[in-house]
C-alpha cells in the first residue's frame, strides 16, 4: 500500500526505514532519496512507523560492573 503519494512509499518501505533507526517519516523519506511534499501523508506515516518501532524487541543494556 502506497502511504506517500507524492513520493511513492509504500507501509512495507517506510517499515524497513524504521527498523533501520528513522524515527520520522522525513528521515524515513530520506532514506529514499526522498522529502516530505505536500504533507499529506505525515501523520499515517508517523503511526507506521511508532508501530514498527514498537515491535521491534527492546535492547537491555548490561552493565559490565559488578553491582
Ligand atoms: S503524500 Fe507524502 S508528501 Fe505528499
Known sequence: MIVCVCNRITESELRKAARAGACTP??????????VQCGCCLDYAQE?????VGALPKLRLVSSRAA
Open 48 to 52: 507506521v512507523i511508532d508501530e514498527e
Open 26 to 35: 522525513d528521515k524515513a523519506y530520506a532514506c529514499h532519496d526522498c522529502e
